[in-house]
């Protein structure tokens, strides 16, 4: 295995994944940029609590035929220390896959872990975790996309799910269950609740209300952290130059926020075109593309009640004021794709169901233990 260190390593570790994938017509070139930016530690926070190596698999002919990232993040609690692997790819080969594994076995070894997850992100879950194992065609912004023999190389080796990702899909244009009509009906009846859709002018006060409200929600899910204002504010002017404000959605009982439910045009229509690169005039290209070039899908990123209002319809009503704007006011919109939803969420996969939807792809966190006589234990429902 060949560490990456060298600007040639690293257009090799980008140039692999093209080689891997090339007669698939359903693969997008990831920016390249996005991929290097987890790996620079300037600009990755997760270097303040972890550390990340990669490394190229080389042939006897010094040609590569694989790559991989190694990662330990000191906050990523587990019954067992749990390091992680991601970016693999790998020619159709188990010995090579073997070896690449092994090798990210024996680091994380040194590193103290217990065991490893794979293929997983050195960040957040909302980009390039998980392997595809179900559903290939084009994939969503950020989200991993792979030969379906990885399945097998993963499996093979010894790799066990830890958890299942369920992606759902429908068209904009679905009725939705006469439930949420009713329930919508009923909430609207109490002039104390409203929706409203973001205003870009106002981005501040939103990211505070989604600081609230997720902190509420989800910090203290699937080793969730709370998060601070000031981290929301960055994302969120991060993601401006590609928001569709109608597309985002708040709810509040007496001014006070409740619910939220965030949306983007799936980046990747775009960016398919763009073939990796991000130089500047391929960002004026870009802003070219998002002026001109139509954007028929939009992704569902998070969705979160307070815990105080789930179970009372909050959903239902959030939903349908949504979804009769988009529909009315935001007619290229013609598909919707969430965001994974982990199968430990059993309630989560209950409203996307509920929704009309239908499963569009899965993709399966993997959990290796590096002694085997210790009993596997899958992620635990919440």
Known sequence: ????????????????????????????????KNIEEVFDEQKNKFFKRGVAKRWLLLNDAEECIGRVAAFVNRQYKEAQPTGGIGFFECINDQKAADFIFNHCKNWLQEQGMEAMDGPINFGERDKWWGLLVEGFHEPLYGMNYNPP???????????QPYFHQHCYALSVDNKLQDKFYQRHAEISLDKSYKAIHMKKRALEKYAK?????????WASHGGGKELEEKQV???????????????????????????????????????KKMNGHFSLLYKLYFLFLKMFATNNRFVGLVFGIVPAYQGKGIDAFMIVEGAEFIKQHAKNYTDFEMQWIGDFNPKMI????????HR????????????????FVRHKTI
């Open 1 to 32: 295995m060949h560490e990456v260190q060298t600007s040639k390593d690293k257009k090799n570790f980008l140039k692999i994944a093209i080689t891997i994938n090339a007669q698939d017509s359903q693969w997008i070139r990831p920016l390249d």
């Open 149 to 159: 023999y990885y399945q097998q190389l993963f499996e093979a080796y010894g790799f």
């Open 209 to 217: 209300d989604f600081t609230i409200t997720y902190n509420k929600a």
């Open 233 to 271: 504010v960055k994302l969120f002017k991060t993601m401006k130059p590609v928001m569709d404000e109608r597309l985002n959605w708040f709810v509040y009982h007496n001014d006070e926020p409740i619910a939220f439910w965030i949306n983007l045009p799936d980046l990747n229509q775009w960016f």
């Open 350 to 357: 209950n409203i996307a169901e509920s929704l009309g939807t």
């Open 360 to 375: 569009s792809r899965i993709l399966s966190t993997y959990r290796f233990l590096f002694d085997s006589t210790k009993p």
